[in-house]
């Protein structure tokens, strides 16, 4: 379940790469999009507006239980988890305000990760993250192919109103490249082992099966129910 983990050296020169590589693929491809598919945004910004949301947090800020996913935009299991954990940790557990949930990069599969992370970052600072990271998820990007190219990225973004001049701007800028490189040492730091990792009110799981991250903020529930 879980990708190998790059050397933090190894990061550091995805992440100059990455730059370099935002330059050389400006002929990507831009991403048509007809009515029904904008009928479909609307409809997922319209989702997440029945909760609250400070970037990449959702939720309500003081529930007693806090879920964390470290995690990359092109590692599969992480494109998995965002449908069969994440959607189910909203409905049934955020939206009746028991736990928050947020989403913590860590770009370890090569320079697309980074730049989506990156993007990630910038549709927060503008306040359209949880839209946004429906729609890199829906394309299921791998291997560094170009879906998740600088072009890509941006006509992503516009999909979601957002402007696409000020969303390239941010994604170009030092603070993108700052906030993803700390997220990553910070995940370093904690000796994380890959993508995606969990961690339930400030303990990292070990998973074998999705279901054992429900286990866990059952229980995290339950010891804040019993005290004092």
């Given at each position: 379940?879980?990708?190998?983990?790059?050397?933090?050296?190894?990061l550091?020169?995805?992440i100059?790469a990455?730059l370099v590589l935002?330059?050389?693929?400006a002929?990507?491809q831009?991403?048509?999009?007809g009515?029904?598919a904008?009928?479909d945004?609307t409809?997922?910004a319209s989702?997440?507006?029945?909760?609250?949301v400070?970037?990449?947090?959702i939720?309500?800020?003081d529930?007693?239980?806090?879920v964390?996913e470290?995690?990359?935009?092109q590692?599969?299991?992480?494109q998995t988890?965002?449908e069969?954990?994440?959607?189910?940790?909203?409905d049934e557990?955020?939206?009746?305000?028991s736990v928050?949930?947020t989403y913590?990069f860590?770009?370890?599969l090569?320079?697309e990760?980074?730049?989506a992370?990156?993007?990630g970052?910038?549709?927060?600072d503008?306040?359209a993250?949880?839209?946004?990271q429906d729609v890199?998820?829906?394309k299921k990007g791998?291997?560094?192919?170009?879906?998740?190219?600088?072009?890509?990225?941006?006509?992503?973004?516009?999909?979601v109103?957002?402007?696409?001049?000020?969303?390239?701007a941010?994604l170009?800028?030092?603070?993108?490249l700052?906030?993803?490189?700390q997220?990553y040492?910070?995940?370093i730091?904690?000796?994380?082992?890959?993508?995606p990792?969990?961690v339930?009110?400030?303990r990292?799981?070990t998973?074998t099966?999705?279901?054992?991250?429900?286990?866990?903020?059952d229980?995290?529930?339950?010891a804040?129910s019993?005290?004092?």
């Amino acid at each position: 379940m879980r990708n190998g983990l790059a050397a933090n050296r190894r990061l550091r020169r995805t992440i100059v790469a990455a730059l370099v590589l935002a330059a050389l693929l400006a002929g990507g491809q831009w991403f048509w999009t007809g009515p029904e598919a904008a009928a479909d945004r609307t409809q997922a910004a319209s989702y997440y507006d029945q909760f609250p949301v400070q970037g990449t947090t959702i939720g309500n800020p003081d529930a007693p239980v806090s879920v964390e996913e470290y995690f990359d935009f092109q590692c599969p299991h992480c494109q998995t988890a965002s449908e069969q954990v994440v959607k189910r940790l909203l409905d049934e557990y955020v939206a009746e305000g028991s736990v928050s949930f947020t989403y913590r990069f860590f770009p370890i599969l090569g320079p697309e990760s980074v730049m989506a992370a990156r993007a990630g970052y910038c549709a927060a600072d503008m306040g359209a993250f949880w839209p946004y990271q429906d729609v890199l998820f829906e394309k299921k990007g791998t291997g560094n192919r170009g879906t998740y190219s600088r072009d890509n990225l941006i006509a992503y973004a516009r999909q979601v109103g957002l402007d696409s001049s000020e969303f390239g701007a941010c994604l170009d800028g030092d603070a993108s490249l700052q906030h993803v490189q700390q997220a990553y040492d910070r995940a370093i730091r904690m000796g994380l082992q890959g993508t995606p990792t969990f961690v339930v009110n400030g303990r990292v799981l070990t998973l074998t099966a999705w279901e054992d991250v429900f286990r866990a903020v059952d229980r995290a529930l339950e010891a804040a129910s019993k005290a004092p």
